[in-house]
């Protein structure tokens, strides 16, 4: 689940699309209107094991849209992303820890 800091924004889930590579998601506000503009990174690993850890950074493709292209081969996988802009505090303004699982290719 997306945990905005100051709360205005409503939840948002990761997707995986084997074809293109691409790790995704929505991010929208309490009224519906996209979040624009911000910068992600994420760590993404297996559940049980560092050995395939990736970093990537994901980029706004359109309004309120951020992707970022990566391979993953299928099973379990965690994405913890976080917003690179900080809150007053110092901590991200968003934040999302989420388990993405890729099929088996038919």
């Known amino acids: 689940r997306m945990v905005p800091i100051d709360d205005t924004t409503d939840s948002a889930d ?22 624009v503009g911000l910068h992600f990174d994420a760590n993404v690993g297996r559940p049980a094991t560092d050995r395939e850890d990736i970093s990537a950074k994901f980029r706004e493709i359109e309004s309120g849209f951020y992707a970022a292209e990566l391979t993953l081969a299928p099973g379990q996988w965690v994405v913890e992303l976080h917003s ?7 901590d991200p303004t968003y934040r999302l820890k989420q388990r993405v699982i890729v099929p088996e290719a038919p």
């Not at 990761?14 to 979040?35: C, H, N």
């Open 84 to 90: 690179d802009e900080l809150s007053r505090e110092g």
């Open 14 to 35: 990761l997707a995986y699309d084997a074809k293109s590579g691409r790790l995704a998601f929505s991010l929208r506000d309490k009224t519906g209107e996209p979040v």
